[in-house]
């Protein structure tokens, strides 16, 4: 019953901007965090962001920061990765995953994941 939904990747060229979404369903919204993490070929999974959806409050790695934001439609249950000015090292699957944080901004050890959907930055 617990569910994640990515979608809105694709293929752009380097300083390019494309939006993530990540539709959640299953569970009450505002109790969770939601994260982005990416997966680059022959890299490991990194954290990308993580959102409280209770009060908005979010952050960001350094390899992202400033370049992109993220909002939520709670009408909707769906959080956005809003990504501008894209470089080739930002290509990846981008998953998003929750966790049962309560209204505390925590993306560690999270339960429920997305299938993913791939980015594609070309040079």
């Known amino acids: 019953e617990v569910q994640l939904v990515e979608s809105g990747g694709g293929l752009v060229q380097s300083g390019g901007s494309l939006r993530l979404s990540c539709a959640v369903s299953?569970?009450?919204?505002?109790?969770?965090?939601i994260a982005w993490f990416r997966q680059a070929p022959g890299k490991e999974r990194e954290r990308v962001s993580c959102?409280?959806?209770?009060?908005?409050?979010?952050y960001f790695e350094n390899s992202v920061r400033g370049r992109f934001t993220i909002s939520s439609d709670k009408t909707k249950n769906t959080v956005h990765l809003q990504m501008n000015d894209l470089k080739p090292e930002d290509t990846a699957v981008y998953y998003c995953?929750?966790?049962?944080?309560?209204?505390?901004?925590?993306?560690?050890?999270?339960?429920?994941w997305g299938q993913g959907t791939l980015v594609t930055v070309s040079s």
């Open positions: 995953a929750a966790v049962a944080s309560f209204g505390l901004l925590l993306c560690d050890n999270m339960n429920y």
């Open positions: 299953g569970f009450t919204f505002g109790d969770y965090a």
């Open positions: 959102f409280s959806t209770s009060d908005g409050t979010s």
